[in-house]
């Protein structure tokens, strides 16, 4: 068994931005990226792409990793992720599991490395090691605050620190990851990112404006 997996979760049919996967991207697309940074970072006894198309395959023995082909239903809408998760941990052979999107391409290897450095630090007290925003904005659910008062409403800088998860970066156990059928752990540490690192892909815009940013960041 495996000390520590990198797993690369790539759908082809994308929902919002069509095959954005492998869609090209600063010439090349964002599997190639994400695979050849992770290579680099040096701490994985394997990385996995897992996938439910030919082309990721191909990529995969082109780039020299391994691949699972997950079957049809957990590559599908209808699949829930916390069943797709506990999915990919049952196939995945190692003690400890990174997984980690494609449509986080602006994250630095050193990054990476603190990441897994940091939760090597601190996994006797935490499960899990995720990367999150902090968001700084005055939110309503169902037309009412939820955090700030309406009445007394505060400066921006002073409003509490709320944590969206980006799913850039999680790294836990098999076994949490099996047990609790998710990416976080019961007793997470969230590993903040700054906006340029922490940016998702889920728009055509998104895309476009992280392919900018790629270009002026990292050499293709």
């Known amino acids: 068994m495996n000390y520590l997996t990198a797993i690369i979760p790539v759908r082809?049919?994308?929902e919002r931005v069509k095959n954005?996967?492998?869609k090209k991207f600063n010439n090349k697309n964002l599997l190639i990226h994400k695979t050849n940074k992770l290579k680099k970072v040096g701490f994985f006894d394997e990385i996995i792409v897992n996938n439910d198309s030919d082309e990721a395959i191909n990529i995969a023995n082109k780039l020299k990793v391994s691949y699972h082909k997950r079957e049809k239903y957990y590559a599908s809408s209808k699949c829930p992720n916390n069943e797709f998760w506990?999915?990919?941990a049952r196939n995945t052979y190692s003690k400890y599991i990174f997984f980690t999107n494609?449509?986080?391409p602006l994250i630095k290897i050193l990054?990476?490395?603190?990441?897994?450095?940091?939760f090597?630090?601190?996994k006797g007290k935490y499960d899990s090691l995720n990367t999150v925003n902090l968001v700084k904005d005055f939110m309503f659910l169902n037309q009412k605050a939820i955090?700030?008062?309406?009445?007394k409403a505060p400066n921006s800088q002073d409003l509490p620190d709320i944590y969206r998860l980006n799913f850039a970066i999680n790294i836990l156990?098999?076994?949490t990851m099996i047990k609790r059928m998710s990416v976080v752990g019961k007793k997470p540490y969230f590993f903040p990112l700054n906006e340029i690192e922490g940016f998702d892909i889920d728009t055509k815009f998104q895309f476009d404006y992280a392919n900018h940013l790629h270009k002026n960041l990292f050499k293709s």
Do not use: D, G, M, W
């Open 12 to 14: 082809k049919n994308s």
């Open 20 to 22: 954005k996967n492998f």
């Open 86 to 88: 506990q999915h990919v």
């Open 102 to 104: 494609c449509t986080s």
């Open 111 to 118: 990054t990476y490395k603190n990441a897994v450095q940091n």
């Open 120 to 122: 090597e630090k601190l």
């Open 147 to 151: 955090n700030f008062n309406i009445n």
């Open 173 to 175: 156990s098999r076994n």
